[in-house]
């Protein structure tokens, strides 16, 4: 048998911490494991497209990265949901000690010990330390490549370099020029060269370090202070071309094939000389951006994208690596850094990209500021150098690339007071550049072709009254200069006490015979004079004396940084400040900003004047209800790529989307040809946001998980006190996305099991009804719920449009007409029980204000059948409209639940479908009886005793109910048979099953999971903690009664460096031909997170075969943490596979990593 596995879906939500949220463009079709992704059956994607990259959004949940894309429906919504992750290799040894570290002996000592658990943020998640969470991620690109968006989004005029620099084409600019005609021209120019896919390089003529061949350029073409002017270079020599006219005169046909013909040349050489370093032993390990992540055990890895064959390629800078050929060589500064305090939770991470293999990196926490050059020069050596530039707890960091060989570096404090903004310079020269210059004395690294000269503390900037926890840097200001050589941009500033401060930098040459000095305060912990109300009256004295803060020098010019403006307008903490990315330079500027006060705010200066122009957010939910009914603020927010749609995370972890309605007034634009050049702040002042369907997902342990007995959705529950409902959306002709439709149950207990029991025929009086479902939490009650009419009419809609999307017009959805099903159902204040809604006003209405319900519960007659529009929830729809109501309690356990597993009777049978539960044995013999519940009746019908003396933690019923297959903490297997001719009624005394056979000690250690197989149902697997899988076979004898026989066992190929790795979940596939019934398709599911697929042989004529590995998911497709539960979507048997033909089969998981994910399987026969 072939297997192939592909992940359809991961839902979790992010991270409740600020700094992990990211929105870029990326590749859009690599897989996860460093290959190329195969083609779909459905859509053959070229090279091309493999490379394109598109609008991503990129969040953390717990260890994982999360690549989430858009799709348009047919019904307009607009769907995002994640179908690629990433997985650092490091959680493979989560208290491993670190590496050895050169030049340090103390700081690799004390690396080495017991690893703490620190709290990333003051405000951040609770569980990030203990299960090893990223805490911040950072995005950044190489060679120009302007991939990255958000605080430093702004468009650079420089494009990527052509492939070699012996032949092509320069262009002369300046990026501070203050002749509009000039840099219209030249913005135009480089936009017609990037149409036309020219390839050239640009020479600026405002970087000092520049000037000198800008003027050797201005005497070859004569023409001086013209921009731009274009030059044709031949290896060291150039020939001038023409100026903007030209370009505008030329032959572009003619242009574009003389350059193409230079650019094969360069190719030709490039091919020689990577030739020639691969017969020296090098390789090209070049690449156009990256990313990088913090983790809460001071962990830092960094993520490059390479190209389409090696896709993301992962370096652990500080942390364990478990593959030794991997390891990266450490070198840290005799000046001493505290090995511990490279074990500390990390607040934030920045990094720039200082050449294609040439990463710094920056990291704040508690324990201050630590520096790590990352220089990878091929894929087995790679050098890390680090370094501690502060010790005082820092909260944010941010690096700024400017053009002057520097990059800046921003860092907020984390004091109780005198919080400041930490300014930093880092100069960094190329081999040729450092050998001329004076700073040759400072350097910190010094490598072939690049060193980095020790940061300099240029001082700080005093104001915010609290933690300092986000910025965002603007550049290219459009400032009327009159005359003078200048450069400003604007710092922005925010933190825990609510108000932004906007910093003006603004630089100018400076002669070489003004003094330069730097003073290096970054030690002081106070300044002189300094003082509580020194601080509260800093912004009103900086007006009344016209003062710079802080002066910032440079070689060659120098900074003054001034308090531009001061905006206030949030009432919680501001977690993240980002620019919106302009498109030319006299555009104005537009700052957007996000709190804990459920608001995001975009701002724009308006005659001098800041104000807030736009707010989004969400004032819904149930306030003081659970956090999964109610947001409790935005942790980080951030633009699109090309500014259309705002994200935003809430605290609770979902990802909110607004995209910007098109409201251009086309009538006056007709009339008005002026009109057609309208401002773009004009366009935002004016402008709607309407919101999208969120990203969501469980924020704790997903513990339990059911399908829908025909698999129309799945129910997963979790320690976040949530139920929730995920269904398939289409997004194009045969593609389908995973979305949570509903949430069922918010509850005020950690939810722990659940059990769908309602039958396939939702039309039918006998019997359950379709769509309900039971489940357990940390109480000794069990509690029953049926789906609302709001519910099945969204479910019938998204059904109807996957049949039209498919064209099968034979089949019509069956929409659950019982006149006895509710609207909806609402939660109470303070209330664990969801109840129907009442003819009167609701208390509902009360808390969540309006709601789109009324929209996506349209009834279906009123749908087209060739064209189905309806309306996904929003995030406030799921947590208080999308309720199911209680119907039903379910009392008679001791103590809190543990597990359900559910029998459903075939249609027509006189059978009842029955409920087995389970709960916590506190040492008690009688706690650990099983209970049978009748599902219709909602009774008790039998308790199971005298099989085990300890907690059952897992339970299976036999497809066709005359098995049930219990274990658990006693490692024993208990087999209880139903009894023939005994009803189950409702005396609890008389129980129905009976005790069949055991196997005692049936696995060393507890026994997590037990499931029977579909196809044959005396056939039962094992999962237990000793490492092994068991596969047994119920036999039936005339003289002993049944006996429980074991068949085989094996382990997971996959351990994890471990002697054995835990088995904690076991599933039998469905659906299999009846040509292939000698074999069992099992799923098997790790403590380590990892997922294995199995051919089991189960007939008595293949006892003597070996099961069969069928396919081992890829790490960063599976789950990180434990595997809590593998469930295979139900499906009809097809007995008719031709020869070669492919069986398609879905995998759901659930994990302790707080994530659902959802696997199409295709097996060859």
Known sequence: METSCKLSFHGASGNSCPHSLLCVEAPCSTTNDGKASAPDADAVESTES????????????????NFATSHTTTSNNCITSVAKTLITRTLDHSSAPLPSIEGNNDAAAAAAASTKRVLARGEA???????????????????????????????????????????????????????????????????LLADLSLPYTTIDGMDPDQREKRNELFDISGIRGNYPQFFLCKGQEYEFLGNYEWLESCNLDELQKSISVMESSNQEEAVADKEEQTNDGKSDSSTSFGIVSAFSDGTVTLWNWKNTDLGWVEHVLIGHDPDPAKRAKHHVDQDGLDGDNLQESIADISAVSLGSNTTLVATASSKGIILHLSNIASQQQEDVYSRQISHHAAASVHFVETSKNECYLFAGSASPLHNKVWVYTIPHYSGKEMASSSNSSSAWVTLPVLTVCDPKCQGSLLGHQDWITCFAWLDNLNVDSNGEDREEALLASSGHDAKIRLWKFATRASSSSEV????????????????EVDEAIIDDLEEEEGEARLMVYHSGSSTAVSLEALLLGHEEPVTSLTWRKR???????????????????????????????????????????SIGASL????????????????GHGYGGS???????????????????????????????????????????????????????????????????????WAEVMVGPSECRWVEVGRPQVHGYDMTSIACVGGTDATSDDGVPRHRFISGADEKVLRVFDAPVSTLRLLSSLKQSRLVSYSDDNNTPNEDSASWRVERAFLPSLGLSNKATADQEQESSKFSGP???????????????????????????????????????????????????????????????????????????????????????????????????????????????????????????????????????????????????????????IVWSVHFCPSMPNIIASGSRDGFVKVWKVCETSDEGPQLKELLKFEPSTKGGKKSEPVTTVAFAEGLPDDIIQYGILGIGTESGRIEVWAVPISDDSASKEPTLLHAIAANDSHFDTVKKLSWRPMAATNNVESGAALQFTLASCSQDSGVRIYNISISI
């Open 50 to 65: 493999n490379n394109q990259l598109v609008d991503t959004v990129i969040y953390a949940s717990s260890g994982v990265i």
């Open 655 to 725: 990802i909110h989307l607004w995209t910007q309605e098109e409201l251009a007034q086309l009538e006056a634009m007709e009339t008005d040809e002026e009109k057609q050049e309208e401002d773009e702040e004009d366009e935002l002042l004016n402008a709607r946001w309407v919101a999208d369907p969120c990203v969501t997902g469980h924020f704790r342990s997903v513990e339990d998980m059911a399908w829908d007995p025909e698999g129309e959705y799945l129910l997963t529950t979790s320690t976040d006190q949530t139920t929730r409902l």
């Open 125 to 191: 998640i609770e569980d990030a330390a203990a299960s090893r969470s990223v805490t911040a991620l950072a995005w950044f690109a190489a060679n120009g490549t302007a991939a990255a968006t958000g605080a430093d989004a702004t468009p650079s005029l420089k494009e990527a370099p052509p492939s070699s620099s012996n032949n092509h084409l320069v262009v002369l600019i300046s990026e501070g020029n203050f002749n509009f005609t000039q840099t219209a021209n030249q913005k135009n120019a480089l936009q």
């Open 583 to 625: 498109k030319n330079i006299n555009e104005k500027p537009c700052l957007l900003s996000s709190s804990m006060d459920r608001t995001i705010l975009l701002w724009m200066d308006d005659e001098d004047v800041w104000a807030p122009v736009s707010r989004v957010g969400s004032a819904g939910g149930i306030l003081g209800g």
């Open 851 to 1005: 709601t789109n319900d009324d929209e996506f519960a349209e009834s279906l007659d009123t749908l087209d059948r060739k064209h189905v529009d309806f309306t996904l929830p929003s995030e406030r729809d799921l947590g208080v409209t999308t309720l199911w109501p209680e119907t039903r309690k379910l009392f008679g356990h001791e103590s809190e639940l543990v597990c359900l597993d559910a029998y459903r009777a075939p249609l027509g049978s006189d059978e009842p479908s029955l409920v087995a539960s389970s709960c916590k044995a506190r040492n008690d013999v009688a706690s650990a009886a099983i209970r049978l519940w009748n599902a219709k009746e909602g009774k008790c019908v039998g308790i199971l005793k005298g099989g085990h003396r300890s907690t059952v933690s897992t339970m299976s019923f036999s497809r066709d109910g005359k098995y049930l297959a219990s274990s658990g903490k006693d490692r024993r297997i208990c087999i209880w048979k139903k009894v023939e001719g005994d009803s189950l009624s409702s005396d609890e005394s008389t129980s129905g099953y009976e005790l069949a056979a055991a196997a005692d000690s049936a696995h060393k250690r």
């Open 516 to 531: 330069v000095e730097v003073i290096d305060n970054e030690d002081l912990t106070t300044i002189e004079g300094e003082d």
């Open 632 to 647: 409790m603020g935005f942790v980080d927010a951030r633009f699109s790529p090309n500014c259309n749609r705002i994200v």
